[in-house]
């Protein structure tokens, strides 16, 4: 009886509140949605007046150029540009494997102890700070890299091989070679997550019908398994991409900041974001201020580009 | 409903930062090469007089554009504006301490102080003319050291720095070539090397190749041990770096004719100056808007200036020589009202 009497009477009184809170609701996602995309066209626009001056200036020239001259105001980026790219091709390559690789073996072999160490292991690495991860490849990875892998092999390459060519460079283990190694060790746990999850979302069905028709563990990764996940793959391939584009702190300690186009794998180079972090602090004069922020624009575009082709991929997923 | 939040919130913050100012307290910014001896002082003085200055080291491009905003007390910068830039904006200018930079080499037997340069032969390496270290040019002047046939690699700092524009200062001031190809800025497009991050980032490539050479502080050469070259100073002395070689040096630089102190050390005449020595400018109003602050923060410097000695020499910072001292002290009375 009473609870018949209080029911029409609580959503009597319910109903108007709830209404005023789900406007309040709304209007709060709404705002948080709209500011959000404030704050990204505001820092694309002010990267673009900032950088103005540089675009202006140098035109073309600055996308094509090497000349890196704060003395005399002259600016082109293509070191930097092309530094970035290779770096995270590089690494990329490196971390594709891997991260595939690990991914694979907790979800299909690991006996079932050893996948929780493994996994949180994997989420340790993603935690490190990476300026820790800059300051490890300096002290450690450097010199290291520099007497077992740079030093032996200037000594076995012939003058003027290929190998002589891709080797070149101070034997001192600051170059784009290890700067794109300490890249893939920071985004392996990205990829090796996502791509874990992935596999995780497989049916079990699936999985096990392509056992039940005596397909072998590679074959059931490689002919189902990884057709099934498809182009979600590629997308989990374009977030580590992203990160390894905007790394900035591990790479400038190693990577030996040279703003020449790299002439091999072990000659220094540096990238957009290396620059901005080295010279930012210390730009006094308007143009070179100018063209920092246009590389800027230019490493945000990069990026958008990137992470708009991983979202189109991941979009995807839906239609399976 | 959003909005009456933001309003809200920014009167909030508006009042924080109010109040925050009414307190008696010393804003500056700027020179990150100051910052350990500047933090050192303004906890000394802190203890001795409650007076807090608050000093942040973002770069001493960062320290001149805050203080042309007007939203510090002070700023702080390793290159010296000239009076003409200075007087546009209403700002004084004196130096506050002395740095030094050292060339450091690793070359295998070779230990600290053992090698000398010239000015003109360091600029030649660093432009890349020089490549191996048994160079004649270098056996001439380092008779009794044995020169390895050893390539050259060139070391600098990548980030821009107070310590790239006062030995690019000095390779200008020593070499024609240098100055009309490179030229002076805190930082170049250099001819030929590899770059590290900051003094630590120098100090470690060069210690991890053989046969380079790298430009880094005073301080953390000592601190680390490294192998310092002497360089020949304009008079023709091969000078070790040491605390009296870099104050003969700040005595006997021009101060007096330099407008607003307006003056790189390097290349100092004087018998026993050290060549490559270098000095952080403090920036301030000459008509401040809030005069009780800018006389907080002269009373801070004047106090630092007299008193500031011991802390400077234990983080291996040179003091001003008194007569210079007297100089900025008569600068300010005249200047800063």
Not at chain 1, 38 to 51: D, K, P, R, T, Y
Not at chain 1, 67 to 92: D, E, R
Not at chain 1, 129 to 149: E, K, Q, R
Not at chain 1, 215 to 230: C, F, S
Request: hydrophobic content about 50%; aromatic content about 10%; overall charge neutral.
């Amino acid at each position: 009886m009473t609870t018949s009497a209080s029911l029409p009477l609580s959503t009597a009184a319910g109903q108007p509140t709830r209404g005023a809170g789900d406007q309040l609701f709304r209007m709060l996602c709404f705002s948080a949605a709209t500011l959000l995309m404030a704050a990204l066209s505001g820092v694309v626009i002010s990267l673009a007046i900032g950088g103005w001056p540089a675009f202006k200036a140098f035109g073309w020239r600055f996308f094509t150029t090497t000349t890196w001259n704060p003395v005399t105001g002259v600016f082109g980026g293509l070191g930097p540009i092309v530094g970035t790219l290779v770096t995270a091709a590089i690494s990329l390559l490196f971390a594709l494997p891997m991260a595939f690789g690990v991914s694979v073996f907790l979800v299909e072999f690991a006996p079932r102890f050893m996948r929780q160490p493994i996994a949180t292991g994997i989420q340790l690495l993603a935690g490190i700070p990476s300026v820790v991860y800059g300051m490890w490849g300096l002290f450690v990875f450097a010199p290291f890299f520099a007497a077992h892998v740079q030093l032996p092999l200037s000594e076995v390459a012939t003058p003027g091989s290929l190998l002589d060519k891709l080797t070149a460079g101070v034997p001192n283990g600051a170059n784009i070679f290890t700067a794109s190694i300490i890249l893939a060790i920071m985004i392996l746990p990205y990829m090796a997550a996502v791509f874990r999850e992935l596999f995780l979302s497989v049916s079990p069905q699936l999985r096990e019908s392509a056992y039940g028709l005596g397909a072998t563990p590679l074959e059931a990764v490689w002919k189902v398994l990884l057709p099934y996940i498809g182009r979600s793959a590629v997308g989990a391939v374009m977030l580590g991409l992203g990160r390894a584009l905007g790394e900035t702190m591990a790479v400038t300690f190693i990577i030996g900041n040279s703003h020449d186009l790299p002439k091999s794998l072990f000659d220094s180079g540096s990238t957009i974001a290396s620059t901005i972090a080295n010279e930012f602090t210390e730009a006094t004069s308007d143009m070179h201020y100018a063209a920092l922020i246009a590389l800027g624009l230019v490493l945000f575009m990069i990026t958008f580009a990137v992470l708009g082709i991983a979202r189109a991929m991941l979009g995807t997923l839906k239609t399976y | 409903m959003f909005k009456p939040f933001v309003a809200a919130a920014a009167a909030a913050f508006v009042v924080g930062a109010v109040g925050a100012a009414s307190a008696a307290e010393i804003t500056g910014a700027g020179s990150t090469f100051v910052n350990p001896v500047l933090a050192q002082w303004s906890s000394d003085y802190d203890k001795a007089t409650g007076d807090h200055v608050n000093y942040q080291s973002i770069g001493s491009g960062g320290g001149i554009s805050q203080i042309k905003a007007g939203t510090v007390d002070f700023g702080a910068t390793d290159k010296p504006l000239a009076p003409a830039e200075l007087a546009q904006s209403g700002l004084a200018q004196f130096p506050i301490v002395i740095g030094s930079i050292l060339p450091v080499v690793n070359i295998p037997g070779v230990s600290a102080g053992e090698l000398k340069f010239t000015g003109p032969i360091l600029a030649d390496i660093f432009l890349g003319k020089i490549t191996r270290w048994d160079d004649p040019r270098l056996a001439a002047i380092n008779r009794g050291v044995k020169l390895p046939n050893l390539p050259i690699t060139v070391v600098h700092r990548s980030d821009g720095s107070g310590t790239t524009f006062n030995w690019t200062h000095y390779l200008s001031q020593v070499n024609p070539e240098w100055k009309s190809k490179v030229g002076e800025g805190t930082a170049v497009q250099w001819p030929t090397g590899l770059g590290g991050k900051g003094n630590e980032g120098v100090a470690a490539f060069v210690k991890q190749t053989i046969g380079s050479i790298g430009y880094i502080e005073y301080a953390y050469v000592i601190q680390n041990h490294m192998a310092w070259g002497a360089v020949q100073n304009s008079a023709g002395r091969f000078i070790a770096p040491s605390v009296p070689a870099f104050q003969a040096a700040a005595a006997t630089a021009d101060w007096a004719r330099a407008t607003d102190f307006d003056l790189v050390m390097t290349d100092a005449p004087g018998a026993n100056s050290y060549p490559i020595t270098a000095t952080t400018f403090v920036l301030m109003y000459k008509h401040p808007k809030d005069q009780a602050r800018t006389a907080a923060a002269l009373k801070f410097f004047r106090w630092a200036l007299e008193h500031g000695q011991p802390e400077a020499a234990r983080l291996d910072y040179v003091s001003l020589p008194p007569a210079l001292v007297r100089q900025i002290e008569a600068y300010w009375a005249r200047e800063i009202k």
